[in-house]
Nanobody
Framework: QVQLVESGGGLVQTGGSLRLSCAAS????????MGWFRQAPGKEREFVAA????????SYADSVKGRFTISRDNGKNTVYMQMNSLKPEDTAVYYC???????????????????WGQGTQVTVSS
């Protein structure tokens, strides 16, 4: 199973930017699709963005499309998410996930060979 460690969260004002990173170890990183989910207090974990193993294909939740960009560097075993024009409703714990083949938009549908990071807090003040 792949191990994941997120970093880059923090406190930012509305309209600001943050860049999240997720470093992977334990398995061949390039064999996995990667994604980001987030969970706000009292809410279910929701899909944010995903990227294919090659990096050629990406997908986004409608709520972040045009503001967030997911990318990966297979040479560094790292996936990134650049978050611009942040809004208070983006406040959540952000989780990195790795899954063979593709990233389901339902967190509960992740496969047995998936792996989750511990999460990093993003807080956007109004």
């Amino acid at each position: 199973q792949v191990q994941l460690v997120e970093s880059g969260g923090g406190l930012v004002q509305t309209g600001g930017s943050l860049r999240l990173s997720c470093a992977a170890s334990g398995r061949t990183f390039s064999n996995y699709a990667m994604g980001w989910f987030r969970q706000a207090p009292g809410k279910e974990r929701e899909f944010v963005a995903a990227i294919s193993w090659s990096g050629r294909s990406t997908s986004y939740a409608d709520s972040v499309k045009g503001r967030f960009t997911i990318s990966r560097d297979n040479g560094k075993n790292t996936v990134y998410m650049q978050m611009n024009s942040l809004k208070p409703e983006d406040t959540a714990v952000y989780y990195c996930v790795a899954n063979p083949d593709f990233i389901p938009r339902d967190a509960q549908a992740m496969g047995a060979r998936s792996g989750w990071g511990q999460g990093t807090q993003v807080t956007v003040s109004s």
